[in-house]
């Protein structure tokens, strides 16, 4: 489902303003904790997801998109997810199927408000002021995500050791 949805991706303007195994790693992540939203776990990955939907919206506003494509992104994993699951849930039973479904769309819904959240703060900081470098904070900062996300798998790692 990752490639599938970078390559999608891939031909969206922005697209060239991250590198695609930078996308791919986000999207990895994001996956992986949204597994665990699903779980016995997920009050304790809830505020992981929510954080790393609200840096998915900062990357968008470094990608330069509109808040509207933010969202349609998002929308895209939803369809992405009823293509490759829908088979799965529909086998389940009906009561646990209709669990699952309303709960991975309730995932989602979250994700797009955590996601406006985080390209919107991004967008008035960068009106505002600029970081201690003086580069303004939508310009794209590659070691800073790499960093972000991996504090983000550690997080995920932990949640996952709990199991």
Known sequence: MI???????????????????LLERQFDLMLGIMIEMLGPLRREAKPLWNQITEHFGRT??????????????LQHLRLLLIRHTGAQIAAMRPRRAMVIFLRLNAIIDRAVTQAVVGYTDALVASLLMTDRDGTTLTEPNHEETITTLEGFEVELAAIVARR
Do not use: N
Request: charged letters at 25%; hydrophobic letters at 45%.
């Open 3 to 21: 490639p599938e949805w970078a390559d999608w991706l891939a031909g969206r303007p922005g697209s060239d303003a991250i590198p695609r195994a």
């Open 60 to 73: 968008a506003a470094t990608r330069g998109l509109a808040a509207g494509e933010v969202v349609e992104e």
